[in-house]
């Protein structure tokens, strides 16, 4: 059983480009969170997103960032007009449900951002 | 809102011992969870161990075990026999019992491990 898979793995971008930083949840999960980790920092939430609906962006930058979850496909996050202060790694969780959950969110393996 | 806050920047210990981690949080909910993740240097957030709130018992897996402190609202990490792959950043996070939407994590922990 696969679990959350992230893509890619590390990204490289110049300042001004445009970062997609794709997500597929594990198998049967229809929950997916993105959290981003700067240099010795913790994770800070993002954004909570359910099939096509987004639950809780109250973490996200009001510029520049958004995110989606189709119907099919993974999920994106997307960085436009990337900046140096953009580099950080940006991790994916996914769990089956979002109410009372016995489980934790299972996380992806982080995508590593690198602004030149 | 709340925060967790775990105030040791570095810890150390030599194998085969035991070493404690901490972790404080603050919440005016009652029910709700924690958890322990560990972060090597390859990034994976691997979790270590979780505790629920309305469970007075304190969790354990193996090797490591937590000391919940609710009124306290404490929550430390005692990893007992240290191995060298126990080196990692450690955090603490907690989620609201009645909305999984986010976790929210304390600002970590790096510990090492001397043979």
């Known amino acids: 059983n696969a679990g959350v898979m992230q893509n890619p793995r590390h990204l490289v971008r110049r300042r001004g480009q445009e970062a997609r930083l794709r997500c597929s949840p594990m198998?049967?999960?229809?929950?997916v969170y993105w959290y981003r980790q700067l240099p010795e920092e913790g994770l800070k939430f993002m954004v909570y997103?359910?099939?096509?609906?987004?639950?809780?962006e109250s973490g996200m930058p009001k510029e520049r960032f958004s995110a989606e979850f189709p119907k099919e496909g993974p999920s994106i996050l997307r960085i436009q007009q990337v900046v140096r202060g953009d580099s950080a790694a940006y991790f994916c969780?996914?769990?089956?449900?979002?109410?009372?959950?016995?489980?934790?969110?299972?996380f992806g393996d982080g995508t590593r951002l690198s602004i030149l | 809102a709340q925060t967790v806050t775990q105030s040791q920047p570095e810890m150390s210990v030599q194998e085969a011992e035991t070493v404690t981690l901490s972790c404080t949080y603050d919440?005016?909910?009652?029910?709700?969870?924690l958890f322990w993740y560990k972060q090597p240097p390859s990034r994976q957030m691997i979790l270590v161990i979780r505790?629920?709130?309305?469970?007075?018992q304190n969790a354990t897996e193996n090797r490591f075990s937590v000391n919940f402190q609710k009124a306290a609202k404490s929550f430390s990490l005692k990893i007992s026999d240290s191995q060298l792959g126990d080196a990692a950043m450690y955090f603490c996070?907690?989620?609201?019992?009645?909305?999984?939407?986010?976790?929210?994590f304390g600002t970590g922990t790096r510990l090492q491990v001397f043979p």
């Open positions: 969780a996914s769990s089956p449900q979002g109410q009372g959950e016995d489980q934790p969110q299972h």
């Open positions: 198998k049967g999960h229809s929950h």
């Open positions: 997103l359910q099939k096509e609906n987004i639950i809780d």
């Open positions: 919440t005016s909910e009652s029910d709700y969870y």
């Open positions: 505790q629920e709130a309305y469970k007075q």
């Open positions: 996070a907690y989620l609201p019992r009645e909305r999984t939407d986010k976790l929210i």
